[in-house]
């Protein structure tokens, strides 16, 4: 069956750094669009990153433009997320998702069918 599990997160200072990392298994991670998404206490699911497979463009949100990057290695089947100059509001439970979203509805959590468990990501002095 499908699977994405996250790693990567943790508690880092604010202006710090942290690579966050998603293996995924049981469908083709080839040919699945693939995002992360991020959701704070009290707050709803954003998206913060994601790669569409019709084109393999990136797309962030503008709160994160310039700080983070995605990317993906199809041959270990692994999603990133490189977050740099990180603030206190990137705190939050970062998640994994996989999907075939068209490319109007790419950033909308709906879209995605499939998702992990979610990694815990707390910037703190």
């Known amino acids: 069956q499908v699977q994405l599990v996250e790693s990567g997160g943790g508690t880092v200072q604010p202006g710090g750094s942290l690579k966050l990392s998603c293996a995924a298994s049981?469908?083709?991670?080839?040919?699945?669009?693939m995002a992360w998404f991020r959701q704070a206490p009290g707050k709803q699911r954003e998206v913060v990153a994601a790669?569409?497979?019709?084109?393999?463009?990136?797309f962030y949100s503008d709160s994160v433009k310039g700080r983070f990057t995605i990317s993906k290695d199809n041959a270990k089947s692994t999603l990133y997320l490189q977050m740099d100059s990180l603030k206190p509001e990137d705190t939050a439970m970062y998640y994994c998702?996989?999907?075939?979203?068209?490319?109007?509805?790419?950033?909308?959590?709906?879209?995605?069918?499939?998702w992990g468990q979610g990694t815990q990501v707390t910037v703190s002095s």
């Open positions: 790669i569409y497979i019709g084109s393999a463009r990136t």
């Open positions: 998702a996989a999907g075939y979203p068209s490319f109007s509805s790419k950033l909308l959590a709906r879209e995605y069918r499939n």
């Open positions: 049981g469908f083709s991670f080839n040919g699945a669009s």
